[in-house]
């Protein structure tokens, strides 16, 4: 009965995402939805990794000074690609990817973070997506979370000797999935009120699959081939981010 | 896209953007706060309707509005059904789905439409915000709420070379797409993750020109921002009459008897 009750939500709320427009689901909790003490919260939580980028960048930049420019330049290169539709055949629709795996596996996940942290507070205020009371909520499952699942999945695969387009595709797709699947966790805790904690989650994470499955493989493989890319081309540049460790 | 991100509006002069960035912050984030702890829908679509005529009437277009609101609109919607068919109570309809009833209880619709009339209300807000405050000011503003300089100056940069960086990505894909890069989903694909390796690639051939021209112009590791200017009288005078005003709205509607 639970799980025919799940399935028919799942369906009523895919429903309702095809009669709005994609955006809505791209992955950021947009303001107004996490009561304050969870907004707190999930900022609170962020706040240490965004100090220790803050501090890495400090570290890093006296030894590297040309570190904030590409860190910067690195930022905008994300956001770019992260404004960039792509189509998810399956919902009929369009999204976006959220370009942190890249991101941390080019300048490490404390960066990554940071980066995110100025990504989003962007989107939050000139696209309406995301929220300034809900930057810490997606931070933390965007700039945290995705950053070292995309980080961690890069540098193991590398260890067991994946190759770099390999690689940087599980970086690109696990920071995709831990990032969504961290997003709905987030939104389930807050709104499950007096309701069933998991079937909220179950439904919430059953309405993300159909675009975030597809979408999560396309960054993957967008990642591959744009690491591959660079790697083949100018692999000099990986070498001068994080000095030889990642090449 | 760049109509959409860009915030030529909040460049124009107007009553809004010569209010110092600060006490729009703080007005801002106060009315988030009060339609965050509203317990009624008034108070929210209320602040929703003001923002949005407020945005229009100082000439932002309808269709950038209507863009930008599309996504919150849709989140709005989600919500309503999620918490109608979730929340326990009493049932106001029924639904017979694949032989199974499912009902709406009075009291997960009531719980969505608040919700969803929370998320309206802060969005529009933050809409508002952006519509009259460019990016730079904002992040120079974070300081006085000790915000890291460093935080500020990653933003600043970020910010500067999104703007360059989406003409390149315009113009990388506007010739992968003459060269037919997107006729096929496969080519597509291979056109996508080219046109990013390119971003990157020349994100940072980009980085190292930039850094060697602020050198040039006497860069140390670190912009000197210079210390913040006070809040004038008349920005002051703005915060003494609307955060009372706001509190005042808030009270009334909240307190008043149903």
Redesign the interface.
């Known amino acids: 009965?639970k799980r025919?009750?799940a399935?028919?939500?799942f369906?009523?709320?895919m429903s309702?995402?095809l009669?709005?427009?994609d955006?809505?689901?791209?992955m950021h909790i947009?303001?107004?939805?996490l009561?304050?003490s969870w907004?707190v919260l999930w900022a609170v939580m962020s706040l240490p990794f965004?100090a220790w980028g803050?501090r890495d960048?400090?570290e890093r930049?006296?030894r590297e000074?040309?570190l904030?420019?590409?860190?910067?330049?690195?930022?905008?290169?994300v956001?770019?690609?992260s404004?960039?539709p792509?189509p998810v055949p399956t919902a009929g629709t369009c999204s976006h990817p959220c370009g942190t795996g890249?991101a941390a596996i080019?300048i490490g996940p404390f960066l990554s973070a940071?980066?995110a942290?100025?990504?989003l507070?962007?989107q939050?205020?000139?696209?309406?997506?995301g929220?300034?009371?809900t930057l810490g909520a997606n931070i933390f499952a965007m700039g945290v979370v995705g950053s070292f699942a995309g980080y961690g999945a890069f540098r193991l695969t590398r260890g067991l000797g994946a190759s770099p387009f390999a690689a940087a595709f599980c970086a690109g797709l696990l920071a995709d999935w831990a990032t969504y699947a961290t997003t709905s966790l987030t939104l389930t805790l807050a709104?499950?009120?007096?309701?069933?904690f998991w079937?909220?989650l179950v439904?919430?994470l059953l309405?993300f699959v159909p675009t975030q499955v597809p979408l999560g493989i396309?960054e993957g493989?967008?990642?591959?081939?744009?690491?591959?890319?660079?790697h083949a081309?100018?692999p000099e540049?990986l070498g001068?981010?994080v000095k030889g460790e990642v090449s | 896209?760049f109509d959409?991100?860009?915030?030529i509006f909040a460049r124009s002069d107007n009553a809004l953007t010569r209010v110092d960035t600060r006490v729009k912050l703080i007005i801002?984030?106060s009315a988030?706060?009060a339609?965050?702890?509203s317990s009624r829908g008034v108070l929210?679509l209320g602040i929703c309707v003001l923002c949005i005529w407020v945005m229009l009437a100082l000439g932002l277009p309808l269709r950038i509005v209507i863009l930008?609101?599309?996504?919150?609109?849709?989140?709005a919607?989600?919500?309503v059904?999620?918490?109608g068919?979730?929340?326990?109570g009493s049932p106001v309809f029924q639904l017979t789905?694949?032989?199974?009833d499912?009902a709406a209880t009075r009291e997960g619709l009531w719980?969505g439409t608040l919700?969803a009339s929370?998320?309206?209300?802060?969005?529009s807000?933050?809409?508002l915000?952006?519509a009259v405050?460019p990016?730079y000011k904002?992040f120079h503003a974070l300081r006085w709420w000790g915000v890291?300089e460093?935080?500020v100056?990653?933003?600043?940069?970020?910010?500067?070379?999104?703007f360059?960086?989406?003409d390149q990505?315009a113009d990388v894909a506007e010739a992968q797409r003459v060269r037919l890069g997107y006729s096929s989903l496969r080519r597509s694909?291979?056109s996508?993750?080219?046109?990013?390796?390119?971003?990157?690639?020349r994100?940072?051939e980009?980085?190292?020109r930039?850094?060697e021209a602020?050198?040039l112009r006497g860069y140390d590791?670190g912009i000197c921002f210079g210390p913040l200017p006070g809040i004038a009288v008349q920005d002051r005078r703005c915060l003494v009459v609307a955060l009372p005003a706001l509190f005042a709205v808030y009270a009334l509607i909240e307190w008043w008897p149903m």
């Open positions: 009965m025919h009750r399935v028919i939500l369906f009523m709320t309702a995402m009669i709005t427009v955006s809505a689901w791209a947009s303001e107004g939805i009561p304050f907004a965004l803050m960048l400090r930049s006296r000074p040309h904030k420019a590409f860190v910067g330049l690195v930022g905008a290169g956001f770019v690609i404004c960039m792509i890249m080019l940071v980066v942290s100025v990504a507070t962007l939050a205020l000139f696209l309406a997506h929220g300034l009371t709104l499950h009120g007096d309701g069933s079937s909220m439904s919430i309405a396309l493989v967008i990642s591959g081939i744009a690491y591959g890319f660079v081309r100018r540049i001068a981010l | 896209m959409l991100f860009s915030d801002a984030l988030i706060v339609v965050m702890f929210p930008r609101l599309a996504g919150p609109l849709g989140i919607v989600v919500l059904v999620l918490q068919f979730f929340t326990k789905v694949l032989g199974t499912i719980k919700l929370r998320v309206l209300g802060s969005m807000v933050v809409m915000l952006g405050t990016a904002v890291p460093s935080w100056e990653i933003a600043l940069l970020v910010y500067r070379y999104t360059v960086l989406l990505a694909l291979d996508v993750g080219i046109l990013a390796g390119t971003v990157i690639t994100s940072l980009q980085a190292m930039t850094h602020m050198v590791g």
